[in-house]
């Protein structure tokens, strides 16, 4: 049975061929038939959890609203007389929550454009030159750990197992619990968006980010720019480096890399490579070669400087030193 469904899901998987003009724009077609397939039920997903969520909301708790247990976690206090729904805490910030979570996770999903047939395509170009294609969904499994915690502490309360006779304990208490539900849900959300991605390892927590770049618009003749892959190193340094940005924009410069921002709000530096899949292991390893001379120059120039503070320090202050681009300089001089 477990062998038959993997069969099924490889025959799902078109082979993609990116070698003739033909055969890119045949490849092109699969990748947006696929995508369209992948948006279509994440859009379909989103309906029903909401429709799931307002049928709860408009006919199971509304009816509860006056009576609702929340407000202990507002005044310390229930209602007295009042017939509290079972489980209310716990039913209502699960729903609310899982629901949040899900539908900004489909969202991601529909955002990244990679399907099954060009995953495959990209994990075998990568495999070919001994790296590895990885995808990183870690923002599910923070989300469950932090809402179990959650949950827990809330069924607790629902069963009146959990109170406090001190007033000021109660008041700590429930301060700090709506602030943990705040971040329980705001957390994996955050990580969803930094670090749900796809990733090729090119050394031990070294990472180079794969992000699909396709037109969906059909259009008779091909286009070139119809389909890409933009590649974003890990963060180099801050943008305020003068020394790191002169390397930066030198070893940018020589390797025809882009020197766009990946990030008008982001500080640091980033190396930015665009491919088309024809040409992807060229220019995987075009910035691959810049990761490995900024690694080399950049450290290399700061134990240089080190050198010449401590040569200076040591002097003290006889021997002048040269300056940051004097250093800069001559590093690139050597190589």
């Given amino acids: 049975m477990e062998r038959g469904n993997m069969r099924n899901s490889l025959k799902s998987i078109s082979e993609l061929n990116f070698e003739n003009e033909q055969g890119i724009f045949d490849s092109a077609k699969i990748i947006r038939s696929e995508y369209l397939k992948k948006a279509l039920k994440s859009i379909a997903c989103i309906i029903a959890i909401l429709t799931v969520a307002l049928s709860y909301l408009v006919f199971v708790y509304l009816p509860y609203l006056d009576n609702n247990s929340f407000n202990y976690l507002i005044s310390g206090t229930y209602p007295s007389g009042s017939n509290i729904f079972p489980l209310d805490l716990t039913l209502s910030w699960s729903l609310f929550s899982t629901s949040i979570f899900l539908i900004i996770y489909l969202i991601k999903a529909i955002y990244l454009k990679f399907t099954p047939s060009l995953i495959r395509y990209i994990e075998r170009e990568t495999k070919h030159i001994g790296f590895e294609f990885k995808k990183r969904f870690e923002s599910m499994g923070l989300f469950i750990i932090l809402n179990v915690v959650a949950i827990v502490i809330l069924f607790y309360l629902d069963i009146k197992a959990l109170h406090f006779n001190n007033t000021y304990w109660s008041i700590l208490f429930r301060n700090t619990f709506v602030i943990y539900l705040f971040m329980s849900i705001t957390l994996p959300i955050i990580w969803i968006f930094r670090n749900d991605k796809f990733v090729i390892k090119v050394k031990e927590n070294v990472f180079i980010e794969c992000d699909l770049h396709y037109n969906l618009s059909k259009k008779e003749d091909y286009d070139p720019n119809l389909l890409g892959i933009i590649l974003t190193s890990n963060r180099l340094c801050s943008k305020f480096d003068k020394s790191g940005k002169y390397i930066y924009s030198k070893i940018s410069e020589n390797r025809w890399l882009k020197k766009n921002d990946t990030s008008a709000i982001s500080p640091y530096l980033h190396f930015q490579e665009f491919s088309v899949p024809y040409n992807f292991q060229k220019q995987f390893l075009n910035i691959t070669l810049a990761l490995n001379e900024w690694e080399n120059n950049y450290d290399s120039n700061l134990d240089l400087m080190n050198y010449y503070f401590s040569t200076y320090y040591l002097n003290n ?19």
Wanted: glycine content about 6%; cysteine-free; hydrophobic content about 30%.
């Fill in 317 to 335: 202050k006889i021997k002048k030193y040269p300056g940051e681009d004097q250093l800069i300089y001559l590093k690139f001089l050597n190589h």
